[in-house]
């Protein structure tokens, strides 16, 4: 079993915590915004190829972000 803090404090595991936490939603905002934005990019001709396939893995790998804290809930419930 994890050892938690007490009421009110934080310790170093805590703190660990929420930096993890923090950047999996900052990754997730950051993939959120390039996949609504990459629809504005031009290469040229191969633009029809790129842009599909780039939108496909950013929304992937969001989706992936945002499952992440999610599945490890999960995983930890065996426990």
Do not use: C
Not at 4 to 15: A, E, R, V, Y
Not at 46 to 72: C, E, M, N, Q
């Amino acid at each position: 079993m994890k050892d938690t803090s007490k009421k009110f404090q934080l310790d170093k595991n805590d703190l660990l915590t929420i930096a993890k936490n923090a950047a999996l939603v900052a990754a997730a905002a950051t993939v959120t915004y390039l996949g609504e934005t990459i629809a504005n990019v031009d290469l040229g001709p191969s633009t029809a190829f790129i842009v599909p396939v780039a939108t496909l893995a950013l929304h992937a790998l969001g989706r992936w972000l945002r499952d992440y804290k999610t599945d490890k809930k999960e995983e930890n419930k065996g426990e």
